[in-house]
């Protein structure tokens, strides 16, 4: 394996800072969360505690809209990418029978809302009409939430990511600013709020619609006959992809339930408080090994691991510099934004940086599985690292609470950067 040497390395992060993908990725995935640094105070301070429970419910109901499509994204995403080097792959065929599958998946839960109504409507939180109705209006207009990822997800495996970047951007500022604009003239109805946001998704969709038509045209008119994609295929990957994407976030997350229940919701108020702010640093290396993800699909076998070896090594260096800040600066930032002693939080910071250090560096394997169309690998790797972690995580908090807790996350971190990092060289052979 080549070796790099601090001034290779340093000449490799100029040359990353000036990828334009990378910085058209950080552009849709960062300028959102500047909105809604100055929204979110707005929105608390000028509504109730119910409005706000129930609009941060709205949003993670659409963040995780991906669930319900079965991974087709992802797969829609790597067949764009191979598509650049094997011009035959129907493409726009996959994109219909994808949507037609996205349509036939709402209107089932239509149907299974409107069968369990009654009891749905009975929920305590949903007693209030305009909470009603504004489910109503999520699940009406999930096709729109679904195509339109699907759509985006097209548009970064064609390497378009200015436009992906762009539409990423409208959709997810719109979750913060459709409310602050709505309650500055004085509404305030959670109904409304979702249908802006449906209707602005849908205007982001015809965007991407747009901009998809002179890459798939290219494609139709490079080649005299279509190797058409099955549904079976786009499922058979997108099914894989599903059950990883459902088993991290479970693990992501499973601590604060685990400590909630062992220890009472108080004490995970500074543990998931600093687990958000050291995690969302992780968006910087997610960006990147992005918009290398279609080369990585459509180079030969033996150009893409040599590409990803070099990614690899960048990722690393990156992860390297932004976690070891993490591990200076942020009990000193934590300390003076939860207004708490620097002891408190020294510890978890600690523990919480060198833990997505591992996090962020096992993007870039994650990242070249999905790219070379192996997701199995990457499902069975989340099966095992589950089945691992979870008595690990029971045992650290009943045992030692937050800090056991922590240290089980860094645990798994660690072997998840192994294991992903070992499947991935397994494909060579």
């Not at 219909?96 to 709402?106: D, R, V, Y």
């Not at 591992?358 to 394997?365: E, G, K, L, V």
């Not at 070379?372 to 029971?394: D, Q």
Request: glycine share 8%.
């Amino acid at each position: 394996m080549r070796r790099y040497s601090v001034p290779r390395l340093a000449q490799l992060l100029r040359s990353t800072v000036r990828n334009k993908f990378f910085l058209w990725n950080m552009f849709g995935n960062i300028a959102p969360l500047i909105f809604a640094i100055a929204a979110v105070p707005f929105i608390y301070s000028h509504t109730t505690k119910a409005y706000v429970g129930f609009l941060t419910m709205t949003w993670a109901a659409i963040g995780y809209t991906g669930l319900f499509d079965f991974g087709l994204g992802r797969a829609l995403s790597y067949f764009a990418a191979i598509s650049r080097s094997n011009p035959k792959v129907d493409v726009a065929g996959a994109l219909k029978k994808s949507i037609g599958f996205a349509l036939c998946i709402s209107f089932v839960i239509d149907i299974i809302l409107y069968l369990g109504w009654s009891q749905i409507a009975g929920l305590s939180i949903l007693r209030n009409l305009d909470r009603g109705l504004a489910l109503m209006i999520i699940a009406g207009t999930l096709p729109i939430f679904l195509i339109s990822n699907m759509m985006r997800s097209c548009l970064e495996g064609f390497e378009q990511f200015r436009q992906a970047s762009i539409f990423k951007f409208i959709s997810y500022t719109s979750l913060f600013l459709c409310p602050v604009l709505l309650i500055s003239i004085e509404i305030q109805n959670l109904s409304t709020v979702c249908l802006s946001y449906a209707l602005i998704r849908l205007g982001a969709t015809a965007y991407a619609a747009y901009s998809l038509v002179p890459s798939l045209r290219a494609l139709r008119g490079n080649r005299a006959s279509v190797t058409p994609v099955r549904l079976r295929q786009i499922l058979g990957f997108g099914g894989w992809a599903t059950l990883s994407s459902t088993i991290s976030p479970l693990m992501v997350y499973g601590d604060r339930f685990a400590l909630a229940y062992f220890n009472g919701a108080a004490s995970m108020a500074i543990y998931a408080l600093l687990q958000e702010f050291i995690g969302k640093t992780i968006l910087f290396s997610a960006s990147y090994v992005t918009s290398v993800q279609p080369r990585l699909g459509y180079l030969p076998q033996a150009e893409a691991m040599a590409l990803y070896r070099r990614e690899h090594k960048i990722v690393m260096a990156f992860s390297v510099i932004i976690y070891g800040s993490c591990l200076v600066g942020s009990p000193v930032f934590a300390s003076a934004w939860l207004h708490v002693p620097i002891r408190d939080v020294a510890a978890l910071s600690a523990i919480m940086s060198v833990g997505f250090l591992f996090n962020s560096m096992a993007q870039a394997p994650l990242t070249y599985l999905l790219a070379r169309g192996e997701p199995k690998r990457i499902a069975y790797s989340h099966v095992l690292e589950a089945f691992i972690y979870f008595p690990l995580l029971i045992g650290g908090a009943m045992s030692y609470g937050v800090v056991g807790a922590a240290i089980a996350g860094v645990l798994r971190q660690i072997f998840d950067y192994g294991i992903l990092s070992w499947q991935a060289r397994r494909t060579i052979g």
